[in-house]
């Protein structure tokens, strides 16, 4: 009897240790199953968050890029107006520089008439002086300073006009040679008016008669020199056709 009931309790122990053992494995078993899903639940977050993360990279580089492309394009533009603003400004400078070259020309020009003028009135006068003096020759003198002066007159207005012909008429039809010929004539009249003079002047007996008109003499042959050398100047230089005009103009 005693060994039946020490058997009934060995076998219930073993039963209470078993099944304590197996309520433990369970919940050994659904603890690691619950850690489990938690690694995954939280890998699948992370893996989630890097995805999204990623993703917001791209976008921020998609934006810098496109912000990139902007700023290029803007610069782009800003530095193709600054090149065509340069170009309009040395376009502007380059016409500027030229009329201030042709004002400064047209200035020159006019100076140099206005003093070959003076010269000429001044000695037109002295040798009216000389003419008044002359008595008989003093006629022939005085028409000559006339026709000094009107001729004087006529050259300049020959010079002014051939000055003033523009670059593009020159480069196709040649200098204007009808002045050119008109002028080349009247300093052909004032160099025989001056053998004139030369031969009036041997035939004074007055010193100083005969020093003063030596002296506008010798203004008017300068004078003349000059206006020679202007109108060689102006007839140099390639046309198309100036050869053609010039053959005309004769």
Do not use: C
């Not at 899903?37 to 890029?65: C, H, K, L, S, Y």
């Not at 803007?74 to 004002?103: D, F, M, P």
């Not at 008109?213 to 020679?228: A, F, K, N, P, V």
């Amino acid at each position: 009897m005693k060994n039946k009931i020490l058997s009934v309790g060995i076998l219930a122990l073993a039963l209470f240790f078993a099944g304590t053992i197996y309520a433990v494995g369970q919940g050994n078993n659904a603890t690691t199953t619950t850690v489990n899903q938690t690694q995954q639940q939280n890998q699948v977050e992370n893996q989630g968050e890097a995805d999204q993360i990623q993703t917001q990279e791209q976008e921020g580089v998609n934006e810098d890029g496109n912000e990139n492309e902007a700023e290029d394009s803007v610069e782009a533009q800003n530095q193709q107006g600054l090149e065509s603003g340069n170009g309009n400004q040395n376009q502007n400078q380059e016409q500027n520089q030229e009329q201030k070259n042709n004002e400064a020309k047209n200035n020159n020009g006019s100076s140099m008439s206005e003093q070959r003028r003076s010269a000429v009135a001044n000695a037109v006068q002295e040798l009216l002086q000389v003419a008044d003096r002359s008595g008989g020759i003093g006629k022939q003198v005085r028409v000559i300073a006339q026709e000094q002066n009107q001729n004087q007159e006529k050259l300049e207005a020959n010079l002014q006009k051939i000055e003033e012909r523009g670059t593009f008429m020159r480069f196709v039809f040649g200098p204007d040679y009808n002045e050119i010929n008109s002028a080349q004539k009247l300093l052909e009249q004032n160099r025989e008016q001056i053998q004139q003079l030369n031969q009036i002047k041997d035939q004074l007996s007055n010193q100083g008669d005969i020093q003063s008109l030596s002296q506008q003499i010798q203004t008017l042959e300068q004078t003349h020199s000059e206006i020679g050398t202007s109108l060689e100047g102006s007839q140099k230089g390639f046309s198309l056709f100036g050869w053609m005009f010039k053959l005309f103009s004769k």
